[in-house]
Every structure is written in C-alpha cells, then in structure tokens.
C-alpha cells in the first residue's frame, strides 16, 4: 500500500458578501456595503454552522482553520467575527494550532479594525494589495495607493502572527520587464509574512471587464506573454524562498495557507454564509452543498428553516475522483495514491493505467510514481487541459 | 362566395432586404388585419430563425380586407416572398399563384440582382406590375434616379412608380389602390370541375398538414371529397379557412381565392406543390400547369457529435422535413464519424439553416461536412454516376470523365469594385459572358461550375464589394472537367469530414488555404500537430500547430470547484469519439468555416 497520505485538515468558510465597492473584475458574490444587524446575522451563522454539523455524527472532528472570505470580512462587526469564532468553538472544538484567517483590503476603515480582529481571535490576516503601482490600482477599481497598501501591510505584521497579500498580475499593457520589477518589490515585502498569492487576471464573463472585453477590448494577456509572465513568477518566487506551492500561492515551507489546503488535498469543510459552498461527509462520501446566494435571501431562509443550503448534491465517486485530480493536482505536492485511493476506492493505478498516462508522461507533463501523482513544472500552466484529458480516462462509474 | 372582381392576388417581390416584409407589416396595419398590440416588426416572419437573421425563408399568405377609394370592399391576397437566391423556388411557386406583383426597388440602393431574376420571373408569369419605391425616408434615397434605372435596366415603364416607405407608412395607401386598380381580377368558373393549384403545404401541430391552394374553377367546400391528380389519393376536407394572417375558417373558396385546407393528411409527403386538387365525383379533365419540383443542388453530411443522437437526429431531419419539403436526406456512414445522414439543400444558406435549426431547435450537436455539389461521373465500365460524396469518389484508374454542374450568374456592383469582382470569378474559372453599364453600375453576367460557388463565393463577394455586390444564379447544364479528390490529414489521420471534389489546378491553393484557416480552428492541443492537405499520397501543403501553453485557472477555493466542474464537463462533451491521445478533436465550428475559406 502507498504512504499515508498528510491529513487534509477540517475547515469552516464563512462568507461576507459585502464591499465598499465593487471591482469591477470581482465575481465573488459580492454587494455593496449596507448596514448590517450583528445579531441578526450572529444568530443566522450559529443555525447555520449548527445545522451543518448534523452531518458529522456524534465524534465531530475539531476544525483545523476558519476563514473569513468574501467579499469584503474586515468590513464585518469585529464583536461578529469574535461570535462565530466561538460558535465554532462551541460546535467542533478549534485545534490548538487552528488558523484563522481575515481577508481584507488596504483601505483605513479596515486597518482601524486589525486589532478588534486579532483580539477576537483573528491570528492570519490576507490583505488584497492587488498592485504596487498607482495607475493598475486605479485601472483595477481599487481604493487605496500603493502606499496605502504597504502601510497596511506593516501594520497587518504589527499584529497578526501570520500575514499574506494578493497580487493581480498580467494586467493590460504589462510587460515581463514591468512585472519582473513590481514582483520583485512584491517579494521583498513577502519576506516577512512568508506568504503571498500572485493571480494572473483573469477576465470573468458578467463583469464589468467581460463586458468590456466581449466588447472586443484586449483585457487579457495573449498565451504566449501570460505563459511567460507565469515562468517568470515560479522562476522569481523559487529564488527568493518563496517557491509556489499551489498554482498561485507561494510560501516559505510551513507557511502555507492551511485552509486553503483543505481544499486542495479535498478535506471536508463547512461553507457558511451567502453563496458558500462546503463538502460535507455524507451518504456517498462527499455531499457538495451550496448556499443561497442573495443576502437577504439567506438570512431569511436560516431563520425560517434552519439553514441556508440552496441545492445539496451527494457526489458519485466519479465527481469525487475528478474533483480530487482537478483540486490536488494544483498542489506541487500532487495527489497522492493513498488519498485517492480513500476517497474513491479506486487505486491511482486501476483508474488510470500506466499505459493510458504514456503519452502525458511522455510530453513531460505529469509525474507519477508509487506516491501518487503530480504535474511537473511544465505541466502545472496546463492543468486544465492535463485534468480534463485524466478525467477523460476515469472509469464511468 | 366572394366575386372574383372583388379579389386581388399579389407577390411582393424584391431583392434581399429591400423591405418585403415590412411593407406586408403596414399593409396588414393600415387594412386592419391585426390589431396594434398583435403587430410586431416583419410580423410574417413566424419562423425564430427568420426573425433572427432578419430574412425571409418561406413565402407566406395573408388576406387583406380593404375598402377603396371607389367604394368597394376588395379581398387582397398578399403572398411575401424570400428574396435570397436560395429560395428562388418559393418566389416562383408564389408567382404561379398571383396575377400580379408589387416589385419593391430600396430607392437607395435601386436595383440588385435578385431584383431582376424576380421581376424577369413576373414578367415569364404574366404579371401585372406595380413598381414601388422603398425606403424614401432614408436621406440617401434617391427615388428619381431609381425610377429611372427601373427604365433603363429593367426596361419596364416605372411612370406610376409609387414612392413609398415601409417603416413610416408613407405611401402605403397609394400601393393598395394600385393593386386594386392595375392588378387584374383572377378569372374561373365557380360552375366548372374543381381546379385548385397546390401551392404549399406544411405541418402545423394544431392543425396537421396544412395546404395552401390557389383556386381556379369549382367551389372548395369542408366535407367535400377531393382527389390529388398526380396522385390520385383522395381525402375528405375537414376545414376551409384563410390567413389573415391568423387563421380563420371560411364556409367555402371559390374561384380566384387563396386559403387553405386541411383534410386528415397524415404527412407533407402525401402531397406534392403544383399539384392539382379536384372533385373526386366530378373531377376535371387535365390537371393544371403546376410547376418543377425543387432540386437540391449542394449536398453535405450531417453527423451527430455523439453516436448515441443518431435516433434523434433521424426524428429532427424528419420533423424538419415536414415543413420544408425542399431539402433530402439519407443515411449515410463514415469510418471516422460513424453514422449520419447525407442531406441535400437549395444552396449554402439553406444548408446553414437546416444546421442551425437542428442544433437550435433540436439541441443537437453536428459535425457538417464539405458542401459538395453532384458529379456525373462516368466509369471505364460504361456507366454513369451521380455522385456528391467525397467518400463515394471512385479510384482515379477507373475515370473515364467527370462532368460538373454549371451556373449562369449575375452580378450587379458599382463600376469601382469590377476590377475586384472580375478577378475573383475568373479565380473561380469563371467565364465572362456579357458586360454592361448602367450609370455607374455594372451588370456582369459569367458561367461558373457551381463547385467554385458553393464554398464560399457570396461571402468573398460581399467582402471584396463591401457588400455593394449582388448576384444571383441559375443552373446552366453540365460540363466535363479535371476534379481530383483533396484529402485534410490532421496529425496523419484523414478527416473525412474535410476531403472535397476540386479542380485540379486549385486543388494545392484551396488545400493550403484549408490547412491555413485549420490552423486558427483547431485550439492548441497539450502536444503539437501536423495539419496536411493530399491529393492521393502526394502532400500538397502543411501547417504546423504549437502546442498550448497556458491554460489553467489562477484562483481555485472551495467555491470556484463547483462551478469549475462545470466548465470541465463542457470540455468533456463530445469527446467521447476521441479518446485516445493524439487524436485531436476538430470543433465542429472549424468544419463549415475550414470550407468557407477564400484562396487569395
Ligand atoms: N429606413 C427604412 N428601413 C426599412 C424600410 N423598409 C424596411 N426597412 C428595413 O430594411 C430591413 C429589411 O427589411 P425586410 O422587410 O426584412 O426586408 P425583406 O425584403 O423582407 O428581406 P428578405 O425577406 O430577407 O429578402 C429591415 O431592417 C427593415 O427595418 C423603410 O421604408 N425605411
Ligand atoms: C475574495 S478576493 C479578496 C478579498 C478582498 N475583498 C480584496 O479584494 O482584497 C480574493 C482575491 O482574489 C483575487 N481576484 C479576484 N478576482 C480576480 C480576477 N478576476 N482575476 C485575478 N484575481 C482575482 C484578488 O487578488 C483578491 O484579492
Ligand atoms: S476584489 Fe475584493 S473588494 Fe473587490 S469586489 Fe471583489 S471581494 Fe470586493
Ligand atoms: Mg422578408
């Protein structure tokens, strides 16, 4: 049998679907900012997490990590983040190391509020720097300067004990030389926090770029640059100790995202909130659970029923088997044998033959061995299309 | 009954979008047919597909009620045509129905080709013609000069032109006092045996078969038994009823009158346009002239994306058929693309059309293979062949000549884009037949094997003239020539779907031409990809396509994988037949563009 596969860890996504104001390349379910009842929402939350605890059994696991995602969660009520924190506590007990994460932009409305959330409890911070430079933060819609954003970042370091920044790169009109030299500003400010995510823009359909770009707009890099620009980004992340670890996150080793992880490695989690998703245990081994996605809508659903869960799907073990490749193949570390093996019941070797990968192999774009598999660094920009070629190979059924 | 000299039957005719339909839009208005809140624009463009490309495909009917001038109350039937050179067909069968013609000239652009193939075809007809003057809203409209073009080219007298403009209204009422008075009254003899003209017939799910006739003599009443002469089937007719355009039942028709009638028929098949229908207890002696059926002249496959459709494509054909009895098909099976049916179409839009229908309507994925047009091909054994299937070619050994279909065409453009056009048709070993002027347009006429047509000529035409260009086209007989088969190789294997019957002279600029567009089709594939056209084992012209480089989403979390999931099962759909690497899937997009590629 393959080594022990590491353990993915447990998670709860908590989403705030509100912002100041709207990217216009943002797709999260986001809204602009209202005034919002804590205790009303506190109260939704608590249902919520209770009712999704249901389909653990009596021996709940702790949680290995919390993350506030969204939209915008600096913008929620601190005493709000503190009570949620303790319903988790309260639910599924936190491991002693469990991390818990805040996402929030550099603006002063939210670094005013990084001691409240550190004194909730708060212990990771991932600030949305997006650009160093003025004229792509005003491009991308962003409210707050280059300054502004380092200052945050400081101050994030002031405070929390783990920190982490967003970086959009690949944006119209950048060249390698310019990244070349903003991504080695980034890095240097990287050193401290030991972690940061370096997005390509990417152009989503029913933004205000993909209308700008279906208008004929050249938004996006062609292939060639992006391909270059992303060789670039491993290259320069590699040499300053922060290789990537993911598609697009780099760290210094052990200072990976944990929870994010557990997506990855395809660990179970909780999505609580407007439009969060979750993999639950269930009858099949997975059940994939999505909330209603209007605000409004979601509160009132957890009121009156006891959740928020718009649809619930318990995944065949073919899902499970493309879900895990498509997840953990971003990861450098691959999929290993044995996690496969738990989740779909087939071994690596029966779902998809030596035979079958030749020609993947071959091209130099995978990786496998008795451990599991992986992409190689050539075969990581080409996921998509190595995934769906794999996926293609899987047994029906 | 109505009095026959109370009737007026009419077809708007005109070139492609001089505005047909939407002077049958305000003649319906103004005379009442449907109340304001029914009207929408080109209301007689039932069909989703005609109202989304904005063109008329099938010919309709509507009776218009109108009180004139003179103070009596006339029974107009309207019939708009499709002015495409594709459906030629339902402008001559709606001619035969009709004593006159209203020839619709856009004042701004005046006359096209298709507005002389029509009105030549009026005038073949016997038609009283009233000429009118479209668009005069538009500041570009210049209605003297286009009065006198009508003159001059068409060589009619266009003194009583009517200026008119179909979106305002403007001179509307004008054109239905025309119509009552140039028009001439139908004639026939409501005592004499039934003669009723089988103009169309169609399936319509409330009602069945549905046939439009065209009455001459006799009475047409519901109960009546009526027998097909060309068949000689008999049916008893269960309603009566016109079009105005919804549908109404009358008590009878008599002679001179349009509507139609339904009489328990089961399939469109059982009928045939231009048949005669009469009283089977007191039938009439000889049918009347009726007219040529249509015949398909550009041929292509059709396969289903997956094999398991191939039911469901043979219903859709099926269903399709019902109502557009001018396109064949049969089964037909490919070593690479599996079963399918090879179908038969009008012309290339026609094609594009049946395609679209089935993919929209039907939700059916399809793999379109190279049009092609029917070769005699005579063999070393003394026989002769229709063949319009690359796949069906015969060993070049056994050869002993190959005729191809010929066309007339005409083509009218400003004098600045002649050099451009002369070119192109000579390219399409062309061969001039006449030049002429009128004013600063030229009317060329040439002969040209269809085969140079069907690809992509119309659409070369437009983009060389920018779209100043018109033409239109009948066959003209067969004539032998030198056709080879050209093979697409795509990573050594052959794609079927791609090979086609050209001359051999342009055989190697049409395959790298082919194997030039390929290349933008095909997306990148993980590994790179040779792109070959062949003519037998002999490689005429390669494209080599890279492989990809990027493709990989930059944010995956906890809620980006469902949705993601989803974007992988569209990846994965049709793929079933490729599963092997190395095989590359051609999307079914690139197959109908690869082919509608211009050489120069
Ligand atoms: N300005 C102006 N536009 C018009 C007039 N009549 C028609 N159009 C426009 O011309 C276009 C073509 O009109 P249609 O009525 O669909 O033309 P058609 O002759 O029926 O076209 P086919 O059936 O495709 O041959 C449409 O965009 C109409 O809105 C007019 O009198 N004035
Ligand atoms: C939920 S958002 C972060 C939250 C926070 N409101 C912010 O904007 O800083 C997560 C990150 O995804 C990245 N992101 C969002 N939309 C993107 C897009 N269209 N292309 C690339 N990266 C994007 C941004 O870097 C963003 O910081
Ligand atoms: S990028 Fe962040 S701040 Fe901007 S709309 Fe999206 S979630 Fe809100
Ligand atoms: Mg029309």
Known sequence: MADPAPSPGFGLYVHWPYCEAICPYCDFNVRRQQTVDPLRWRAAFAADITQAAQSFGPERPPLTSIYFGGGTPALMPPELVAGVIDIARQTFALTDNAEITVEANPTATETDRFQAFRDAGVNRLSLGIQSLRDDALIFLGRRHSGAEATAALTRALAIFPRVTFDMIYARPGQDLADWREELGEALALARDGGHLSLYQLTIESGTPFGKRAQKGEALAADEDLAADLYALTQDMGAAAGLPAYEVSNHARPGEESRHNRVYWRYGPYIGSGPGAHGRLPGPTGRTATEAIRDPGRWLAAVEQHGHGIDSRENLSRRIQAEELLFMGLRLSEGVPAARFHAVTGWTLAEALPEAELMPLIGEGLIDRDSKGLRLTAQGRPLLNAVVAALIDRLPSS | ?600
């Not at chain 2, 989304?52 to 009776?63: C, F, P, V, Y």
């Not at chain 2, 060309?230 to 919804?246: E, L, M």
């Not at chain 2, 070369?460 to 067969?478: E, H, I, T």
């Open chain 2, 1 to 600: 009954m109505i009095d026959p000299r109370r009737i007026r039957n009419f077809s708007i005719i005109a070139h492609i979008d001089h505005g047909k339909s939407t002077l049958a839009d305000r003649l319906i208005e103004t005379t009442g047919g449907l109340q304001s809140r029914e009207m929408k624009e080109q209301v007689l463009d039932s069909m989703d597909i005609e109202r989304e490309r904005g063109i008329t495909i099938k010919a309709q009917t509507t009776r218009l009620t109108y009180k004139a001038k003179d103070g009596e109350t006339y029974y107009l039937n309207l019939m708009d045509t499709p002015g495409h050179v594709d459906f030629a067909y339902e402008v001559s069968r709606s001619l035969a129905a009709c004593e006159g013609s209203i020839l619709l000239v856009d004042a701004s652009q005046g006359v096209e080709a298709q507005t002389l193939a029509n009105v030549y075809q009026a005038i073949d007809a016997n038609h009283e013609i009233v000429v009118a003057l479209n668009k005069i809203d538009l500041p570009a409209a210049d209605p003297e000069r286009i009065r006198q073009q009508i003159e001059d080219v068409i060589g009619i007298d266009a003194t009583d032109a009517i200026p008119i403009s179909g979106k305002t209204g403007m001179g509307v009422p004008d054109v239905l006092e025309a119509i009552v008075k140039k028009i001439p009254p139908p004639e026939g003899d409501p005592k004499a045996p039934l003669a009723a003209l089988l103009v169309d017939s169609w399936y319509d799910p409330y009602l069945g078969v549905v046939i439009l006739v065209r009455m001459q003599d006799g009475v047409l009443r519901k109960g009546m038994k009526i027998r097909m002469m060309a068949t000689g089937a008999t049916h008893v007719i269960d309603r009566v009823g016109i079009f105005t355009p919804k549908t109404e039942p009358v008590d009878e028709l008599g002679p001179g009158e349009i509507g139609f009638i339904t009489a328990g028929i089961k399939e469109v098949a059982e009928t045939s346009v231009g048949d005669t229908l009469t009283d089977d207890r007191n039938p009439r002696a000889a049918p009347l002239a009726g007219f040529k059926p249509s015949i398909p002249v550009v041929f292509c496959g059709l396969f289903p994306s997956e094999a398991d459709d191939f039911n469901n494509l043979r219903e859709s054909l099926s269903k399709l058929r019902l109502n557009d009895s001018s396109f064949h098909f049969e089964v037909e099976s490919s070593p690479a693309l599996g079963f399918g049916f090879r179908c038969g179409f009008l012309g290339l839009l026609h094609l594009e059309i049946v395609q679209e229908r089935l993919e929209r309507e039907f939700d059916l994925d399809l793999i379109t293979t190279a049009p092609s047009v029917v070769y005699h091909v005579h063999l070393s054994d003394g026989t002769m062949q229709e063949i319009h299937n690359p796949a069906d070619w015969p060993d070049p050994t056994k050869l002993v000549k190959v005729e191809e279909p010929w066309i007339k065409a005409t083509l009218m453009l400003p004098d600045e884009y002649l050099g451009a056009i002369l070119k192109l048709c000579e390219e399409r070993r062309g061969v001039q037949q006449n030049l002429t002027y009128i004013g600063n347009r030229a009317v060329a006429t040439y002969r040209l094997p269809l085969n140079e047509v069907v690809f992509d000529f119309y659409d070369r035409l437009k983009s060389v003239s920018r779209g100043y260009a018109s033409f239109d086209y009948s066959l003209d007989g067969y004539e032998e020539g030198d056709l080879v088969k050209l093979s697409i190789l795509v990573n050594a294997e052959p794609v079927d779907a791609l090979s086609m019957i050209v001359n051999k002279g342009r055989a190697e600029s049409r395959g790298r031409a082919i194997c030039e567009r390929l290349k933008d089709l095909i997306p990148k594939q993980l590994f790179k990809i040779a792109i070959q056209a062949a003519i037998g084992g002999r490689v005429v012209a390669r494209e080599t396509l890279s492989a990809m480089r990027k493709d990989v989403l930059a944010k995956c979390y906890g809620g980006d994988i469902s949705r993601k999931r989803k974007l992988l099962d569209k990846q994965k759909k049709g793929k079933k037949r490729m599963r092997a690497f190395g095989k590359v899937e051609i999307p079914q997009e690139a197959f109908i563009a690869a082919l509608k590629i211009g050489d120069e």
